[in-house]
């Protein structure tokens, strides 16, 4: 078995699609599995501020178009003898992943509405909690379903990481994924710094964050205490000794919950809204649909009422603790190897 994962990365749509890839592939590792991610310049660029990257990477020209795409895909299989493609990405429609289905013996999809036509693949990732319902039965019929909590994908420090008693953490950890493309960040530090300057704040910013430098000028200019930690290679270890976390509602609310740490999660992109508003019913953390709205003040008044009233966020805190563990890792990478012995 040799996999090849399609996917990107950049400043517009995050680092979400290429972190849960990233997942897979240290899951896969653990079999020694060869594992190819073909990217575009700028996602490379992002992967290689990574530490203990798994997989190799090839960078596709430049000039290629989408529909041109599968060709030289193909033929990068080809020489590498991969017969399993990994896709995950909004841009891949139904007629890219037929032409690429023709090419490799299994098509795995991450997926997360399903509202993009027939899926063509033989097995289909979605952790939301209502992913049955999406009715993956009729754009897949044939595939292998991994839908569900179950199939919750973590990098590998976050299964290794034991969540941090309530006592011993003390941080409110700013975190709107790895670039915050809507540039949330900056306005919900200048409301804590009008609101409640006397809370100190970790600013945690991702590789592909563009607004440093007025980051940074802030942070000069103002009285508030504020840790700033750009591109962290850490990330479990901070959400375990975080009381409350503000985040991009996006593969990090998972990473968020393995930790058992409070959150409010804010809904930036259509494709987040599912899986969000499914997660706070469960209480450990609420969920703000900012799809339409800039305007982060209410939502940091709420986030300074439950920091002083710390009883709300324990109850989060134990809400958390109640859920069953499940290593999605180890159930995605068992029903891999069904695929295999399917056609053995």
């Known amino acids: 078995m040799k996999v090849l994962y399609r996917v990107d990365a950049g400043n517009q749509i995050g680092l979400g699609h290429l972190m849960r890839c990233q997942a897979l592939a240290q899951a896969l590792a653990h079999d020694s599995i060869e594992q190819i991610f073909v990217v575009k310049e700028q996602t490379q660029q992002l992967i290689q501020t990574q530490h203990s990257w798994q997989g190799k990477s090839l960078v596709m020209p430049d000039n290629i178009e989408l529909a041109?795409?599968?060709?030289?895909?193909?033929?990068?299989?080809?020489?590498?003898?991969?017969d399993y493609v990994v896709l995950d990405g909004y841009q891949f429609t139904q007629g890219y992943r037929n032409q690429l289905k023709q090419h490799f013996r299994f098509l795995i999809l991450f997926d997360d509405n399903n509202n993009s036509g027939d899926l063509h693949a033989d097995?289909?990732?979605?952790?939301?909690?209502?992913?049955?319902?999406?009715g993956y039965e009729k754009t897949a019929p044939a595939a292998i379903a991994c839908l569900g909590s179950d199939?919750?994908?973590l990098r590998q420090e976050f299964y290794v990481a034991q969540p941090l008693k309530?006592?011993?953490?003390?941080?409110?950890?700013i975190m709107l994924g790895g670039s915050d493309p809507f540039n949330f960040t900056l306005p919900i530090i200048e409301a804590f710094n009008r609101l409640a300057a006397d809370i100190p704040l970790r600013v945690i910013t991702g590789a592909a964050y563009q607004k440093q430098d007025e980051l940074q000028g802030f942070m000069q200019s103002s009285a508030q205490a504020i840790q700033h930690i750009h591109d962290c290679q850490n990330m479990a270890d901070m959400f375990?000794?975080?009381?409350l976390a503000i985040s991009a509602a996006g593969g990090?609310?998972?990473?968020?919950?393995?930790?058992?740490?409070?959150s409010f999660l804010l809904v930036v992109a259509d494709n987040q809204l599912n899986a969000t508003q499914q997660a706070a019913k469960n209480g450990h953390c609420l969920a703000f649909d900012m799809r339409n709205n800039a305007d982060v003040v209410p939502m940091v008044k709420q986030a300074i009422d439950y920091w002083r009233h710390d009883n709300k966020l324990?109850?989060?805190?134990?809400?958390?603790?109640?859920?069953?563990y499940t290593n999605g890792a180890v159930n995605i990478v068992e029903a891999i190897y069904q695929l295999d012995r399917k056609t053995a």
Request: aromatic share 6%.
């Open 68 to 82: 041109q795409e599968v060709d030289w895909i193909t033929l990068q299989a080809r020489l590498a003898d991969a």
């Open 314 to 324: 324990q109850q989060m805190h134990q809400q958390l603790l109640a859920l069953p």
């Open 240 to 243: 375990n000794h975080t009381r």
């Open 252 to 262: 990090s609310q998972f990473e968020l919950q393995a930790c058992c740490t409070p």
């Open 123 to 134: 097995l289909v990732i979605n952790a939301a909690q209502n992913a049955t319902s999406l």
């Open 151 to 153: 199939f919750h994908l």
């Open 166 to 173: 309530w006592h011993l953490r003390h941080a409110l950890t």
